[in-house]
């Protein structure tokens, strides 16, 4: 009896457990809709700032912005918590161990109903059991 109750226990744990893939994800939905609704402190938790972190956003204008990485846990109050929605779509990863790359397409809405696309690439390291971002390009693009 014993060993069917540590069986029956380890397949309930066993079937809840997160692979890597989906707590990738959902740290991903999370920091989007963090940054929309102003929660500053829950988006700072999907981040750790290395000494190697870099975020790089290229406009539609043929611009780039090279933002720095310590905007991401303390962003300016204007920046952030201006509502609106987001969809990520299109994942593809590669995780190797404690590291890990994705890209996604990203569709953001603001408030005011503008929809604006983004190709997307984020870096992710496994810290203490938890996938972070640690850096990020984001590439948006005319969907004309």
Same mark, same amino acid.
């Given at each position: ?69 310590? $905007?991401? =846990?303390?962003?300016?109050? !204007?920046?952030?918590? #201006? ?8 994942? &593809? +990863? ?26 997307? $690439?984020? =870096?992710?390291?496994?810290? !203490?059991?938890?996938? #972070? ?8 693009? &005319? +969907?004309?």
């Amino acid at each position: 009896m014993k060993y069917v109750f540590l069986l029956l226990l380890f397949s309930i744990t066993y079937s809840y457990a997160q692979t890597d893939e989906e707590a990738i994800i959902s740290l991903l939905e999370k920091e989007s809709s963090t940054w929309r609704s102003g929660d500053v402190e829950a988006h700072a938790s999907c981040w750790s700032i290395q000494p190697y972190s870099r975020i790089f956003v290229s406009m539609t204008d043929g611009n780039s912005i090279d933002v720095p990485p310590t $905007m991401m =846990i303390n962003p300016p109050e !204007d920046m952030v918590g #201006k509502g609106g929605t987001s969809k990520n779509s299109n994942y &593809n +990863m590669n995780i190797s161990d404690n590291h890990a790359w994705v890209t996604h397409d990203e569709e953001s809405t603001n408030t005011d109903g503008v929809t604006n696309y983004t190709y997307e $690439m984020r =870096i992710l390291e496994k810290i !203490d059991g938890s996938w #972070k971002l640690v850096g990020q390009s984001i590439h948006s693009r &005319n +969907m004309d």
